[in-house]
């Protein structure tokens, strides 16, 4: 029997500087957008979900049982961590799979790189809180599209497929091949 053991990467550490606010913000959905891109494409990554098919017994084209495996594993086994103080980290979906840690901004890239590995469809939902601070996004999950429907996955809380924060905004971020076309606000 051949055992495929991936060989260590070192992480790549990039140090970027983004501007504040909503921009920002828009400048930082745009990373995690190409970190879920570039996800989708590591062979590694397509390889852990895979795994977890089989893990969970989602037979063969039944996209939804598909969508719970993933869902369920990365609720069950990536513990959130919040970023270091004062800095907003990023990582890949790999190095996600190694640490097994991460915010949710961290656990969307990953959740995202897996379901877009396997072909789901996947965008990006950035949501605020604060009725007093219109159109600030402190929170990411990803959404999936489910015969014909998006379907928020928020893997970061304790609530089943389908469930969104009760959030006062909420911008939509489709991934696209290059890049990511956000709506227009929304309440």
């Not at 055992?3 to 992480?11: A, I, K, L, M, W």
């Not at 790549?12 to 828009?26: A, E, K, S």
């Not at 990554?45 to 939804?64: G, L, N, S, T």
């Not at 991460?102 to 396997?118: H, N, Q, Y």
């Amino acid at each position: 029997m051949i055992s495929f053991c991936p060989r260590y990467v070192e992480p790549r550490i990039i140090i970027r500087r983004v501007p504040r606010g909503t921009r920002g913000t828009l400048v930082t959905a745009r990373l995690i957008a190409q970190l879920v891109r570039e996800g989708a494409k590591d062979f590694y990554v397509r390889q852990k979900a895979i795994e977890i098919f089989r893990a969970y017994e989602a037979r063969p084209k039944d996209r939804f049982a598909e969508i719970c495996a993933l869902f369920d594993w990365v609720r069950r086994n990536i513990r959130y961590t919040r970023d270091i103080f004062q800095v907003e980290l990023l990582h890949t979906a790999r190095r996600m799979i190694e640490l097994k840690a991460g915010d949710c901004d961290d656990m969307t890239i990953l959740l995202g790189a897996m379901l877009m590995s396997t072909g789901h469809p996947v965008r990006l939902a950035l949501v605020g809180f604060r009725p007093n601070k219109p159109h600030v996004y402190s929170h990411i999950y990803p959404e999936v599209n489910v015969r014909g429907r998006w379907v928020p996955i928020d893997a970061t809380v304790d609530h089943p497929i389908g469930w969104a924060p009760p959030a006062l905004w909420k911008r939509i971020c489709e991934i696209e091949k290059e890049d990511i076309i956000c709506s227009s606000k929304t309440r």
